[in-house]
């Protein structure tokens, strides 16, 4: 009871202050940024739109993501995980590609959170519609612009990079696969 009447009397400021780091800590801030170099000839798949590091533009990395939560809000981001599609290397949870058919996805550096999550099923909730999906691999928000990540930029720290069979069950038209706002939720 005392610290509610020096908050709202005495200290309103400083009560202010308080809240805003105590929401301000709950949020995921900027780790540093690397500068990016133009790929070699043929070294960045652009399939599924990826984009290509630029020589000279500085790009933002994150080591952590937003808060999970029963309905953690992300971006729906679309990527192929077969031999020769633009996510690259083998996924980081089993060393093996995937079949775009499979609802599989890669989740941003801080969700992936050390492979915690791996081989783990999150729900996707878009559109008015779910679907259940296996985490497989790590979408880098901490590295990016080189060969091991396809001379793409380091991914934001709020993504859910997921196949083509996430974006069908989701019922989204091909034409509008690319990015779109969801909420994902670990499985019980």
Not at 38 to 54: F, L, M
Not at 162 to 175: D, Q, R
């Amino acid at each position: 009871m005392k610290k509610q009447v020096i908050c709202s009397t005495v200290f309103p400021l400083l009560c202010i202050l308080l809240l805003f780091l105590s929401v301000e800590a709950q949020t995921c801030s900027p780790s540093g940024k690397i500068k990016g170099k133009t790929p070699p000839p043929g070294q960045c798949n652009q399939e599924n739109d990826s984009d290509c590091c630029k020589d000279g533009k500085w790009y933002t990395t994150y080591k952590c993501s937003p808060p999970v939560s029963s309905q953690t809000k992300a971006t729906l981001t679309l990527n192929s995980f077969e031999p020769d599609g633009d996510g690259g290397a083998p996924s980081e949870c089993d060393n093996q590609y995937h079949s775009d058919d499979d609802p599989v996805v890669a989740l941003s550096t801080g969700w992936y959170n050390n492979g915690k999550r791996c081989l783990n099923y999150i729900n996707i909730h878009g559109k008015g519609k779910s679907v259940r999906a296996k985490v497989v691999d790590e979408c880098d928000s901490t590295m990016g612009c080189d060969s091991d990540h396809d001379y793409q930029p380091p991914c934001p720290n709020n993504i859910v990079d997921a196949s083509k069979a996430v974006w069908k069950a989701l019922g989204v038209p091909e034409s509008d696969w690319g990015e779109m706002d969801i909420y994902w939720s670990d499985t019980d």
